[in-house]
T-cell receptor, first 112, second 114 residues
Framework: EAQVTQNPRYLITVTGKKLTVTCSQN?????MSWYRQDPGLGLRQIYY???????DKGDVPEGYKVSRKEKRNFPLILESPSPNQTSLYFC???????????FGSGTRLTVV | DAKTTQPPSMDCAEGRAANLPCNHS???????VYWYRQIHSQGPQYIIH???NNETNEMASLIITEDRKSSTLILPHATLRDTAVYYC???????????????FGKGTHLIIQP
C-alpha cells in the first residue's frame, strides 16, 4: 500500500532531550515536507526537501533540523526540544510535477 | 503567494451536493488552486487541483471562474464521512521557483447533517 509512515505516533519527552521523528515513504516521491499543526494557527511548514541532499526552510524552521540522505526517508530532528514545540506533526510526500501531497498519520509530541 | 479566503464553517444535508467557495483574487496567472481536507486530527488528504479549467475526479469537482479569482469545490453527494476541514490553497509553480509553497490557512469546517 502506498503510504507515508511516521514514527512514533505519540511521544512525551522532557525539555532538552534530543529526539528524532522518522518519516518514510514507499512511493519513490521526490518531494517531502514536514508540518506542524497547532490550535488556532493551522498547518505550518517546517522544512521541505526537493530531492536527496536538497532541503530548505519552510515558515517555522527554528529549533528543527532535517536530513535527506535517501529518497524514501526524511527524519525531523529536535536537538533540544522545548515546550513550545509541543504540537501535532505531519510528514508528507509528493512526486515531481503538479501533484498533491500524501500525508502521514501524524505524530503528537508533548515536551514537558 | 496568493492568499485565499474561505468561510469558517458550512452545513450541508447528507445526500445533497456540498459547494465550498474560495476567493483568491490575487492569484497569479501561473498559480494553481489545490484543495485538501482534514478529518479530525488525521493527516490532510489531497482532493483535487486545477489551473484554469474545471476538473473532476472520483472525489469531487473543481469549478474555477473565468477570471480565476474564485473557485468552488463540489462534493456531489455528501455523506457523514465528508465532515472535515477543507483547505483551499493557491501555490506558485512547482518547478523553478525553488519554494515548495504549500501554505494552509484556516479552511472551512464542513459539517454534514444526517
Amino acid at each position: 500500500e502506498a503510504q507515508v509512515t511516521q514514527n512514533p505516533r505519540y511521544l512525551i519527552t522532557v525539555t532538552g532531550k534530543k529526539l528524532t521523528v522518522t518519516c518514510s515513504q514507499n512511493m519513490n516521491h521526490e518531494y517531502m515536507s514536514w508540518y506542524r499543526q497547532d490550535p488556532g494557527l493551522g498547518l505550518r511548514q517546517i522544512y521541505y526537501s526537493m530531492n536527496v541532499e536538497v532541503t530548505d526552510k519552510g515558515d517555522v524552521p527554528e529549533g528543527y533540523k532535517v536530513s535527506r540522505k535517501e529518497k524514501r526517508n526524511f527524519p525531523l530532528i529536535l536537538e533540544s526540544p522545548s515546550p513550545n514545540q509541543t504540537s501535532l506533526y505531519f510528514c508528507a510526500s509528493r512526486p515531481g510535477g503538479n501533484y498533491g501531497y500524501t500525508f502521514g498519520s501524524g505524530t503528537r509530541l508533548t515536551v514537558v | 503567494d496568493a492568499k485565499t479566503t474561505q468561510p469558517p464553517s458550512m452545513d450541508c444535508a447528507e445526500g445533497r451536493a456540498a459547494n465550498l467557495p474560495c476567493n483568491h483574487s490575487t492569484i497569479s496567472g501561473n498559480e494553481y488552486v489545490y484543495w485538501y481536507r482534514q478529518i479530525h486530527s488525521q493527516g490532510p488528504q489531497y482532493i483535487i487541483h486545477g489551473l484554469k479549467n474545471n476538473e473532476t475526479n472520483e472525489m469531487a469537482s473543481l469549478i474555477i471562474t473565468e477570471d480565476r479569482k474564485s473557485s468552488t469545490l463540489i462534493l456531489p453527494h455528501a455523506t457523514l464521512r465528508d465532515t472535515a476541514v477543507y483547505y483551499c490553497i493557491v501555490t506558485p509553480p512547482w518547478a523553478g521557483g525553488g519554494a515548495d509553497g504549500l501554505t494552509f490557512g484556516k479552511g472551512t469546517h464542513l459539517i454534514i447533517q444526517p
